[in-house]
């Protein structure tokens, strides 16, 4: 982990899809920073692990599902007394050809990609109004800006989630609100599990050219929710190496 100076003592987060992955790196560098952090996935076994792990709280929750999200944001408050950043990274796949894709596959997509994003960010408005302070940081993608065979419901998603970040971002900046996203490019378990081959393609399309550790995608998530990013709101910042230039 890089030596970083990020401040978030007296700070409450919330970080979606934090049992494993980038959102485990989210939860552990706002920890680490001195945040109370509540990690938040529908695994609840492995998200009650990580919890364990960093010392932090761990907490069963299906984004997908509005009663759900809002008695997460009651009892985040409740039992933290307020809350100042959410981190919507909470994600699956159902990776399709179009014209193999159900109903079903479409729905379950955009509802915990999109529809996650958009409960969670509702639900902690008026929180954030009240404070007259928040941070939101969405996860967006690549393939939301660009596509990929296979994933037109991810990447449906992906892109609505930085129309919602922009207009969500003009919408709260009256309240002392910023919304902003990262569009990553990490090394992750779906990278680990492509052959080397094609993974060492993808690395030389890459400027960089390399993937970058997950904790360089935290540290760029917790720059936006930082004290000293609280002019920068509505932008979508490529943490990608350059693949998108």
Request: proline fraction near 3%.
């Amino acid at each position: 982990m890089p030596n970083l100076t990020f401040d978030f003592a007296g700070r409450t987060a919330i970080v979606t899809g934090a049992a494993r992955g980038l959102g485990l790196e989210f939860a552990r560098l706002f920890h680490d920073s001195g945040a109370k952090v509540f990690l938040v996935d529908s695994d609840a076994e492995a998200v009650a692990q990580a919890a364990d792990e960093l010392g932090a709280v761990g907490v069963a929750c299906d984004v997908s599902r509005t009663e759900a999200v809002e008695a997460l944001v009651d009892s985040v408050v409740t039992g933290a007394g307020r809350l100042d950043i959410i981190v919507n990274n909470a994600g699956i796949l159902r990776d399709r050809r179009l014209w193999k894709l159900s109903d079903q596959d479409w729905a379950e997509v955009l509802d915990v990609h999109l529809g996650g994003t958009f409960r969670l960010t509702r639900a902690a408005v008026p929180v954030f109004r009240e404070q007259g302070y928040g941070r939101v940081i969405n996860v967006t993608s690549y393939t939301g800006l660009r596509g990929n065979i296979g994933q037109a419901n991810y990447g449906a998603a992906k892109a609505g989630i930085i129309g919602f970040t922009k207009t969500a971002a003009k919408e709260l900046a009256a309240f002392g609100v910023t919304v902003n996203a990262i569009s990553p490019n990490a090394e992750t378990r779906m990278i680990g599990s492509i052959p080397d081959q094609k993974r060492q393609e993808l690395a030389a399309a890459i400027p960089l050219g390399r993937f970058a550790a997950p904790s360089e995608m935290a540290a760029a998530t917790a720059f936006l929710a930082s004290e000293e990013a609280g002019y920068i709101t509505g932008v979508v910042l490529p943490v990608d190496g350059g693949i998108s230039i």
